[in-house]
Protein backbone atom coordinates (compact mmCIF):
# COMPACT_ATOMS: atom_id res chain seq x y z
CA UNK A 1 0.00 0.00 0.00
CA UNK A 2 1.54 3.39 -0.79
CA UNK A 3 1.50 6.32 1.44
CA UNK A 4 -0.95 9.10 0.61
CA UNK A 5 -2.24 12.04 1.76
CA UNK A 6 -6.69 12.70 0.93
CA UNK A 7 -7.69 16.20 0.46
CA UNK A 8 -10.97 16.64 0.04
CA UNK A 9 -12.18 19.81 -1.55
CA UNK A 10 -15.89 21.17 0.15
CA UNK A 11 -16.98 24.64 -1.27
CA UNK A 12 -20.26 26.00 0.09
CA UNK A 13 -21.17 28.13 -2.95
CA UNK A 14 -22.12 25.76 -5.06
CA UNK A 15 -23.88 27.25 -8.29
CA UNK A 16 -26.63 24.44 -8.89
CA UNK A 17 -27.12 23.42 -4.80
CA UNK A 18 -25.88 26.07 -2.17
CA UNK A 19 -24.66 24.33 0.37
CA UNK A 20 -24.36 21.25 -0.84
CA UNK A 21 -21.81 19.62 1.49
CA UNK A 22 -23.63 20.06 4.34
CA UNK A 23 -27.02 18.70 3.34
CA UNK A 24 -28.05 15.76 5.59
CA UNK A 25 -27.80 12.52 3.74
CA UNK A 26 -28.66 9.52 6.23
CA UNK A 27 -28.45 11.71 9.34
CA UNK A 28 -25.35 13.16 8.58
CA UNK A 29 -24.17 16.30 6.47
CA UNK A 30 -22.64 15.10 2.73
CA UNK A 31 -19.07 15.92 3.30
CA UNK A 32 -18.94 13.55 6.79
CA UNK A 33 -20.23 10.90 4.14
CA UNK A 34 -17.32 11.66 2.21
CA UNK A 35 -14.59 11.69 5.20
CA UNK A 36 -15.90 8.18 6.48
CA UNK A 37 -15.05 7.10 2.70
CA UNK A 38 -11.73 8.57 2.58
CA UNK A 39 -11.26 6.97 6.36
CA UNK A 40 -11.92 3.73 4.78
CA UNK A 41 -9.06 3.63 2.18
CA UNK A 42 -5.17 3.63 2.94
CA UNK A 43 -4.35 7.23 3.31
CA UNK A 44 -2.38 7.86 6.55
CA UNK A 45 -3.74 11.63 6.48
CA UNK A 46 -6.87 12.92 6.01
CA UNK A 47 -8.03 16.65 4.95
CA UNK A 48 -11.08 18.87 4.60
CA UNK A 49 -10.30 22.13 2.58
CA UNK A 50 -13.05 24.58 2.64
CA UNK A 51 -13.74 28.46 2.60
CA UNK A 52 -16.57 28.70 4.45
CA UNK A 53 -16.33 28.33 8.31
CA UNK A 54 -19.83 27.03 8.31
CA UNK A 55 -18.39 23.77 6.43
CA UNK A 56 -15.33 23.87 8.97
CA UNK A 57 -16.86 24.32 12.23
CA UNK A 58 -19.19 21.22 11.08
CA UNK A 59 -16.40 18.85 9.79
CA UNK A 60 -13.78 19.93 13.16
CA UNK A 61 -17.19 18.90 15.42
CA UNK A 62 -17.06 15.64 13.52
CA UNK A 63 -13.09 15.05 13.92
CA UNK A 64 -11.79 16.10 10.55
CA UNK A 65 -8.81 18.06 10.47
CA UNK A 66 -9.32 21.41 8.50
CA UNK A 67 -7.95 24.01 6.52
CA UNK A 68 -9.25 27.15 5.31
CA UNK A 69 -8.50 27.74 1.43
CA UNK A 70 -8.88 30.90 -0.48
CA UNK A 71 -12.32 31.47 -2.21
CA UNK A 72 -11.39 32.50 -5.66
CA UNK A 73 -9.24 29.88 -7.21
CA UNK A 74 -10.02 28.98 -10.92
CA UNK A 75 -10.04 25.31 -10.39
CA UNK A 76 -9.98 22.84 -7.85
CA UNK A 77 -6.27 22.41 -8.99
CA UNK A 78 -5.28 25.55 -7.82
CA UNK A 79 -7.48 24.93 -4.36
CA UNK A 80 -5.10 21.45 -3.81
CA UNK A 81 -1.95 23.23 -5.01
CA UNK A 82 -2.65 25.78 -1.63
CA UNK A 83 -3.37 22.98 0.59
CA UNK A 84 -0.25 20.87 0.03
CA UNK A 85 1.63 24.09 0.61
CA UNK A 86 0.15 24.81 3.37
CA UNK A 87 0.35 20.93 5.08
CA UNK A 88 3.96 21.77 3.63
CA UNK A 89 3.81 18.43 1.81
CA UNK A 90 7.40 17.03 -0.10
CA UNK A 91 7.29 17.56 -3.64
CA UNK A 92 7.19 13.61 -3.81
CA UNK A 93 3.99 13.41 -1.61
CA UNK A 94 0.82 11.25 -3.76
CA UNK A 95 -2.42 13.44 -2.99
CA UNK A 96 -5.59 12.05 -3.64
CA UNK A 97 -8.43 14.93 -4.80
CA UNK A 98 -11.60 13.33 -3.59
CA UNK A 99 -14.73 15.67 -4.12
CA UNK A 100 -16.69 16.99 -1.07
CA UNK A 101 -19.79 15.67 -2.98
CA UNK A 102 -19.11 12.16 -3.45
CA UNK A 103 -20.46 10.64 -0.61
CA UNK A 104 -21.32 6.90 -2.47
CA UNK A 105 -17.29 6.87 -3.57
CA UNK A 106 -15.85 3.27 -3.21
CA UNK A 107 -12.62 3.50 -0.98
CA UNK A 108 -11.18 0.86 -3.01
CA UNK A 109 -11.25 3.72 -5.89
CA UNK A 110 -9.13 6.22 -3.40
CA UNK A 111 -6.57 3.25 -3.02
CA UNK A 112 -6.54 2.40 -6.74
CA UNK A 113 -5.46 6.01 -8.28
CA UNK A 114 -2.75 6.47 -5.18
CA UNK A 115 -1.41 2.67 -6.10
CA UNK A 116 -1.19 3.58 -9.96
CA UNK A 117 0.44 6.60 -9.34
CA UNK A 118 2.90 5.06 -6.75
CA UNK A 119 3.74 2.77 -9.17
CA UNK A 120 4.81 4.84 -12.08
CA UNK A 121 7.22 7.28 -11.16
CA UNK A 122 7.75 8.78 -14.01
CA UNK A 123 4.05 9.89 -14.03
CA UNK A 124 2.39 13.40 -12.12
CA UNK A 125 -0.64 12.48 -12.23
CA UNK A 126 -3.14 8.97 -11.86
CA UNK A 127 -6.77 8.68 -12.93
CA UNK A 128 -9.89 6.43 -13.22
CA UNK A 129 -11.50 5.23 -16.66
CA UNK A 130 -14.58 2.35 -17.01
CA UNK A 131 -15.53 0.81 -20.57
CA UNK A 132 -18.13 2.68 -22.38
CA UNK A 133 -20.42 -0.12 -23.63
CA UNK A 134 -23.74 2.48 -25.16
CA UNK A 135 -23.35 4.79 -28.23
CA UNK A 136 -25.24 7.12 -26.38
CA UNK A 137 -23.30 7.77 -23.68
CA UNK A 138 -19.69 7.47 -26.48
CA UNK A 139 -21.51 10.00 -28.27
CA UNK A 140 -22.50 12.78 -25.54
CA UNK A 141 -20.04 16.18 -25.13
CA UNK A 142 -20.86 16.16 -21.38
CA UNK A 143 -19.28 12.68 -20.87
CA UNK A 144 -15.17 12.57 -21.33
CA UNK A 145 -13.35 9.88 -23.18
CA UNK A 146 -9.79 8.62 -22.79
CA UNK A 147 -7.65 6.78 -24.65
CA UNK A 148 -4.15 5.38 -23.37
CA UNK A 149 -0.79 3.29 -24.79
CA UNK A 150 -0.04 0.15 -23.91
CA UNK A 151 1.44 1.08 -20.47
CA UNK A 152 -1.88 2.64 -19.60
CA UNK A 153 -0.58 6.34 -20.26
CA UNK A 154 -3.28 9.08 -21.24
CA UNK A 155 -2.63 9.88 -25.10
CA UNK A 156 -5.42 12.09 -25.09
CA UNK A 157 -8.89 13.13 -23.46
CA UNK A 158 -11.82 14.66 -25.43
CA UNK A 159 -15.10 15.12 -25.12
CA UNK A 160 -15.50 13.55 -28.39
CA UNK A 161 -16.11 10.43 -29.27
CA UNK A 162 -12.89 8.90 -29.22
CA UNK A 163 -11.15 6.64 -31.14
CA UNK A 164 -13.29 7.28 -33.99
CA UNK A 165 -13.54 3.93 -36.35
CA UNK A 166 -12.96 4.75 -39.60
CA UNK A 167 -14.01 1.58 -41.91
CA UNK A 168 -16.94 0.88 -39.45
CA UNK A 169 -18.44 4.39 -39.40
CA UNK A 170 -17.72 5.45 -42.95
CA UNK A 171 -21.26 6.69 -43.21
CA UNK A 172 -23.32 6.95 -39.99
CA UNK A 173 -23.04 7.09 -36.34
CA UNK A 174 -23.34 3.38 -34.73
CA UNK A 175 -26.53 1.77 -33.64
CA UNK A 176 -23.88 -0.84 -31.68
CA UNK A 177 -20.44 -0.49 -29.49
CA UNK A 178 -18.90 -3.98 -30.61
CA UNK A 179 -15.58 -3.78 -28.34
CA UNK A 180 -14.75 -2.48 -25.54
CA UNK A 181 -12.32 -0.18 -27.00
CA UNK A 182 -13.83 3.45 -25.74
CA UNK A 183 -13.07 4.31 -22.66
CA UNK A 184 -15.11 6.64 -20.19
CA UNK A 185 -13.12 8.86 -17.87
CA UNK A 186 -13.92 9.35 -14.18
CA UNK A 187 -12.94 12.35 -12.57
CA UNK A 188 -11.15 11.17 -9.61
CA UNK A 189 -7.09 12.21 -9.76
CA UNK A 190 -3.92 11.57 -7.60
CA UNK A 191 -0.87 14.11 -7.90
CA UNK A 192 2.68 14.28 -7.17
CA UNK A 193 3.09 17.39 -5.14
CA UNK A 194 6.29 18.20 -7.10
CA UNK A 195 3.41 18.46 -10.01
CA UNK A 196 0.90 20.66 -8.48
CA UNK A 197 3.30 23.25 -7.78
CA UNK A 198 4.51 23.62 -11.51
CA UNK A 199 1.17 23.38 -12.62
CA UNK A 200 -0.31 26.30 -11.08
CA UNK A 201 2.26 28.74 -12.55
CA UNK A 202 1.15 27.39 -16.08
CA UNK A 203 -1.39 29.43 -18.27
CA UNK A 204 -4.21 27.31 -19.73
CA UNK A 205 -3.46 25.18 -22.87
CA UNK A 206 -4.91 25.29 -25.86
CA UNK A 207 -5.77 22.23 -25.86
CA UNK A 208 -7.12 23.49 -22.63
CA UNK A 209 -9.57 25.87 -23.69
CA UNK A 210 -10.77 23.98 -26.48
CA UNK A 211 -11.71 20.76 -24.95
CA UNK A 212 -12.77 22.90 -21.28
CA UNK A 213 -10.73 20.04 -19.55
CA UNK A 214 -7.73 20.55 -17.46
CA UNK A 215 -5.58 17.68 -17.62
CA UNK A 216 -5.16 18.64 -20.95
CA UNK A 217 -2.63 21.42 -19.50
CA UNK A 218 -0.57 18.61 -18.08
CA UNK A 219 -0.23 17.00 -21.12
CA UNK A 220 0.97 19.68 -23.39
CA UNK A 221 3.57 20.37 -20.76
CA UNK A 222 4.88 17.01 -21.56
CA UNK A 223 3.80 15.24 -17.92
CA UNK A 224 2.35 11.55 -17.89
CA UNK A 225 -0.94 10.25 -16.80
CA UNK A 226 -1.55 7.10 -15.85
CA UNK A 227 -5.04 5.84 -16.13
CA UNK A 228 -6.30 2.68 -14.17
CA UNK A 229 -9.42 1.17 -15.66
CA UNK A 230 -12.50 -0.10 -13.73
CA UNK A 231 -14.62 -2.70 -14.84
CA UNK A 232 -17.62 -1.35 -13.07
CA UNK A 233 -19.17 1.83 -13.30
CA UNK A 234 -18.57 3.95 -9.93
CA UNK A 235 -21.77 6.23 -8.63
CA UNK A 236 -22.06 9.29 -9.30
CA UNK A 237 -21.71 12.13 -6.98
CA UNK A 238 -24.30 15.08 -6.28
CA UNK A 239 -24.87 18.10 -9.02
CA UNK A 240 -28.25 18.68 -8.45
CA UNK A 241 -31.72 17.89 -6.40
CA UNK A 242 -32.28 14.99 -7.98
CA UNK A 243 -28.51 13.28 -7.53
CA UNK A 244 -29.20 13.87 -4.10
CA UNK A 245 -32.90 12.28 -3.53
CA UNK A 246 -31.16 9.23 -5.63
CA UNK A 247 -28.07 8.99 -2.73
CA UNK A 248 -30.66 9.78 -0.07
CA UNK A 249 -32.97 6.34 -1.38
CA UNK A 250 -29.86 4.71 -1.86
CA UNK A 251 -29.14 4.90 2.03
CA UNK A 252 -32.49 4.23 2.99
CA UNK A 253 -32.39 0.82 1.39
CA UNK A 254 -29.39 -0.16 2.78
CA UNK A 255 -30.33 0.67 6.25
CA UNK A 256 -33.61 -1.05 4.99
CA UNK A 257 -31.98 -4.33 3.87
Given at each position: MSDFVVVIPARYGSSRL??????????????????????ESGASRIVIATDDVRIERV???????VV???????????????????LQLSAETIVVNVQGDEPLLPASAIDRVAERLAA???????????????VETLFNPNVVKVVTDLTGRALYFSRAPIPWDRNAWKTQPPTLLETDAWLRHVGLYAYR???????????????????????????????????ATVSSSLPGGVD?????ERVRRHFLQRSEA
Open positions: PGKPLMEIDGLPMVQHVWLRANAQAFGAEMTRSDHPSGTDRLAEVAVMDTQASISTLAEPIHDVGFLADYVSWLPAPLEQLEQLEQLRALQHGHLIQVTLEDL
